[in-house]
C-alpha cells in the first residue's frame, strides 16, 4: 500500500499558474499541518485566521478541477482492505451518526445567548474541535481583563452548562434527527470485529453527550472503547485521543491505526499521530478538497464503502 498513489495521480492537467495539482494538494497538506500547530499553541491564533483563510481558499480553487473531476476516482481506497490493520478510530458526528450539523447551530445559539456575539460562518472555522475549546477561545476573545480575573471561570462553566442542556434536547427529544450514518452501520461494524479489528470512537463532544448518544444508538456492544477531546490536554487536531485509545485498547504499533473522520482535524489528527491509514468520509461538514489538503490517504463516499 502506496498512499501517495491516492494523492498524486499520474497524467495531471497543468493549472493556470504552471503548478501541478497534485503539488497543491502536498502544499495544502503541508499548510493546513502547520494552521493546526499553530491554533494549538498560539493564543492569538484568531488574529490570523483571514490569511490563512485566503492562502487555502486560493490553493483549493487552483487544484480542485482535478480532484473534483479526472482523479477523484484516485483518492478511492483500491484494493485496500481494513483487515491489515488492527484498529479503526472512528470520528462520531458526520462519521458514523447522522445529525445534520446541528452542534454548530447549538454552539453559535448558546454563545450568543451568553452575550457573545458570534457569526454563524465562524462555526467553519471550529470543525472538528473541541467544543470546550471552542467556549474558551470565544469566552477569552470577549473578556476584559477584569472579567477574566474575577468571572472567566464561572462564565466558562455557565456556558459549558448550557451547551450541554441544549445538545441534550436537540439530540434526544421527540423530534430528533439523529440516526446512523448509514442503515448497514452496525453490521460493517460486525465485520470489521469479525476479523479481529477493534473500533474505537472519539468526538469533540462532552463525555456525557458522548455515551447518551452510543447508548442511544445501540453501539455499546458494538465499539471496544470510546474517548472525548474533554478527557484528554487537547482535542483535534492534537493525537491524543487516538493515543489514548491505543493505550486502552492494547494496540501498540500506530501504523495499524486507521483514522476516519468528516473533517480536516481528523485528517490532521490522524496524521499528527502517524496513523498508518487516514481517510475521509463525505457525510458529514467538510468536502473532498478540503480533506484531500489536511492530509487524507483517501476519500470516501460513507464509512461503509470501505472494504473489509
Known sequence: ?????????????????????????????????????IEMNCPRFDRLKPV??????????????????EHKDELQLKGVR??????????????????????????????????????????DDWHGASKESIILHYVKQDATEEKQASHFQQ?????GDSFKKEMHDAYFGERSPVKLIHPDLLEFFDQI???????????????????A?????????????YISSYQVPEGRPAPYMTFR????????????????????????????AGCGLVVGVLTGIDDGEVLA??????????????GV
Do not use: W
Open 82 to 123: 481494513l483487515a491489515e490493520y488492527e484498529l479503526l478510530v472512528c470520528d462520531m458526528a458526520g462519521t458514523i451518526v447522522h445529525e445534520g450539523g446541528m452542534v454548530y447551530d447549538v454552539m453559535h445559539k448558546v454563545l450568543n445567548a451568553h452575550g457573545i456575539k458570534v457569526d454563524m460562518r465562524e462555526m
Open 293 to 306: 489538503s489536511a492530509g487524507a490517504d483517501a476519500v470516501v463516499d460513507c464509512i461503509t464503502d470501505l
Open 213 to 225: 448518544l452510543i447508548k442511544h444508538l445501540a453501539l455499546s456492544d458494538k465499539v471496544d472503547g
Open 1 to 37: 500500500f502506496n498512499s501517495s498513489a491516492f494523492l498524486l495521480p499520474n497524467g495531471f492537467q497543468p493549472d493556470p499558474f504552471g503548478i501541478s495539482s497534485p503539488f497543491l494538494h502536498m502544499f495544502g497538506s503541508l499548510f493546513s499541518r502547520i494552521r493546526g500547530k
Open 193 to 211: 470485529k469479525s476479523k479481529g479489528i477493534k473500533i474505537g470512537l472519539n468526538t469533540g463532544y462532552p463525555p456525557e453527550i458522548q455515551e
Open 245 to 272: 485509545l491505543m493505550e486502552s485498547l492494547g494496540v501498540h504499533d500506530v501504523r495499524k491505526v486507521v483514522k476516519i473522520g468528516d473533517a480536516a482535524r481528523d485528517m490532521q489528527e490522524g496524521r499528527n
Open 155 to 159: 462564565r466558562v462553566d455557565a456556558i
Open 52 to 69: 490563512f483563510r485566503v492562502v487555502r481558499t486560493t490553493s483549493l480553487r487552483v487544484g480542485s478541477r482535478s480532484f473534483s473531476s
